[in-house]
T-cell receptor
Framework: DAGVIQSPRHEVTEMGQEVTLRCKPISGHNSLFWYRQTMMRGLELLIY????????DSGMPEDRFSAKMPNASFSTLKIQPSEPRDSAVYFC?????????????FGPGTRLTVL | AQSVTQLGSHVSVSEGALVLLRCNYSSSVPPYLFWYVQYPNQGLQLLLK??????LVKGINGFEAEFKKSETSFHLTKPSAHMSDAAEYFCAVSGSGGSYIPTFGRGTSLIVHP
């Protein structure tokens, strides 16, 4: 099993530019999560999907952030326009959610730097 | 509502010494509890989890944790630290039904001195 795949691994962009992060979950998993990790705020849940449907996006910081999951094998997290405070490591995780106690499998993360 | 408190953002031990990382939780439903480990420049990976079976849970790399309901704790231990254990450790709690999405603690950085 290839695990959760994220791309790119590193992204450096300038303030105001659009950034798109990509994630391929583990085949057969029905839930997908996007997290952001910073020193100041730790690990924050941004949004999660169940069966490709967004269930809770209350963690999305503002309207500049959007996420989609067009099919069971692909998801994107977009930031438009990007700002320096968006610099962080963004993780995608997937799980086979059956009601509790399910393991989340994390990707390697995308390190985003906004100049 | 559910939450996790990890006591100590950094824990420093000598190689060969006991490792103890503390985690206390609150949950309005019977909890599921997890410890994840994050090595530098990697994603989190499961170390062990409690899912209402045995209260003493054994995980990978010689780690174990004990669920103590009366103390609402799920502390992580390892008898003898190894240099390769240096990493960030996260405790997480989830519940059943609608609260099955895990809540993570702030993490504890384990430093191992030679």
């Amino acid at each position: 099993d290839a695990g959760v795949i994220q791309s790119p691994r590193h992204e450096v962009t300038e303030m105001g530019q659009e950034v798109t992060l990509r994630c391929k979950p583990i085949s057969g998993h029905n839930s997908l999560f996007w997290y952001r990790q910073t020193m100041m705020r730790g690990l924050e849940l941004l949004i999660y999907f169940n069966n490709n449907v967004p269930i809770d996006d209350s963690g999305m910081p503002e309207d500049r952030f959007s996420a989609k999951m067009p099919n069971a094998s692909f998801s994107t997290l977009k930031i438009q326009p990007s700002e320096p405070r968006d610099s962080a490591v963004y993780f995608c995780a997937s799980s086979l959610q059956r009601g509790g106690g399910d393991t989340q499998y994390f990707g390697p993360g995308t390190r985003l730097t906004v100049l | 509502a559910q939450s996790v408190t990890q006591l100590g953002s950094h824990v420093s031990v000598s190689e060969g010494a006991l490792v103890l990382l503390r985690c206390n939780y609150s949950s309005s439903v019977p909890p599921y509890l997890f410890w994840y480990v994050q090595y530098p420049n990697q994603g989190l990976q499961l170390l062990l989890k409690y899912t209402s079976a045995a209260t003493l849970v054994k995980g990978i790399n010689g780690f174990e944790a004990e669920f103590k309901k009366s103390e609402t704790s799920f502390h992580l231990t390892k008898p003898s630290a190894h240099m390769s254990d240096a990493a960030e450790y996260f405790c997480a709690v989830s519940g059943s039904g609608g609260s099955y999405i895990p809540t993570f603690g702030r993490g504890t950085s384990l430093i191992v001195h030679p």
